[in-house]
């Protein structure tokens, strides 16, 4: 007689090999739109990490990157009178301040550029240094493209939407130039010279010194062999030299000041 168990165990095998083909097969598919889902989730959350990349880049960037638009500007390069009119743009971006305009494209120094629709005010295309010797020589930093402007006789610091009237001091670029914001005399090998606020000089160890005397608008070169004194009450510089002297204590003048604190605007500085 014939084993229907057999028969039957026979005939169910096939029928579970395929149940095991047809759950594997919705496995598969199954994995297949996790791994697509997956896939979808991972090329959105790249996305995502991009977009938010390049908008921080674009956030620091302009950060690090400041610009003055439609100023007519004057500034003396080499001795002559270069004026920028129309329609201009400084941009800074890094160490390096460009100035653009329709038909050229200069790199800047920190030679203060001088606006030519406001009487008594200086642009610093750079960052320079503010010395104040009644505070035994306190330096603070002062940002580029700070402005400095007299109103009724008090010279003022600004700096976008901030401005701040500043003590008995000086500007120092760390190499040799010196802005002066009140009146003050150069002697130069026994010669006086009388210079205006908001004039500067640019002075080289024992060869030349430039003056640009703002109230009278004359930029003059001096050769000499000496030493250029500026002699106050309070305090003497030898711009020569880069020293400091007020009292019995003699300094020199700091070169690097990308460390220093910076100069701010409230009520406690």
């Given at each position: 007689m014939r084993n229907d168990n057999n028969v039957n165990k026979k005939v169910n095998k096939p029928?579970?090999?395929?149940?095991?083909?047809?759950?594997?097969?919705?496995?598969?598919?199954?994995?297949?739109?996790?791994?697509?889902?997956?896939?979808?989730?991972?090329l959105l959350l790249t996305l995502i990490l991009l977009v938010a990349i390049v908008a921080i880049g674009i956030y620091i960037t302009r950060l690090n990157t400041d610009f003055i638009e439609n100023y007519n500007f004057y500034q003396y390069?080499?001795?002559?009178?270069?004026?920028?009119?129309?329609?201009?743009?400084?941009?800074?971006?890094?160490?390096?301040?460009?100035?653009s305009t329709t038909n050229m494209n200069i790199q800047l120094?920190?030679?203060?550029?001088?606006?030519?629709?406001?009487?008594?005010?200086?642009?610093?295309?750079?960052?320079?240094?503010?010395?104040?010797?009644?505070?035994?020589?306190?330096?603070?930093?002062?940002?580029?493209?700070?402005n400095v402007y007299m109103d009724n006789g008090v010279v003022y610091l600004q700096y976008r939407d901030k401005s701040k009237e500043l003590p008995e001091s000086f500007i120092f670029d760390g190499s040799n130039l010196y802005f002066f914001l009140d009146e003050v005399t150069l002697t130069i090998d026994d010669k006086d010279y009388e210079l205006s606020p908001l004039s500067?000089?640019?002075a080289y160890n024992k060869s030349s010194i430039e003056i640009y005397n703002k109230a009278e608008d004359k930029y003059e070169v001096v050769e000499t062999d000496g030493f250029g004194i500026i002699e106050t009450d309070d305090y003497s510089i030898n711009v020569s030299l880069d020293t400091i002297k007020y009292g019995?204590?003699?300094?020199?003048?700091?070169?690097?000041?990308?460390?220093?604190?910076?100069?701010?605007?409230?009520?406690?500085?």
């Open positions: 029928n579970g090999k395929v149940d095991r083909i047809e759950k594997k097969a919705k496995r598969t598919k199954k994995d297949k739109k996790a791994t697509k889902k997956e896939t979808v989730f991972r390069i080499g001795g002559r009178k270069i004026s920028y009119e129309g329609a201009l743009k400084i941009t800074s971006k890094g160490e390096i301040t460009e100035l120094d920190s030679t203060p550029l001088y606006y030519v629709d406001t009487d008594n005010k200086a642009l610093f295309p750079s960052n320079v240094e503010l010395v104040i010797p009644s505070t035994n020589g306190q330096v603070y930093k002062i940002n580029r493209f700070s500067y000089i640019v019995d204590r003699e300094q020199l003048l700091l070169k690097k000041f990308d460390d220093l604190q910076m100069f701010t605007f409230d009520d406690n500085q």
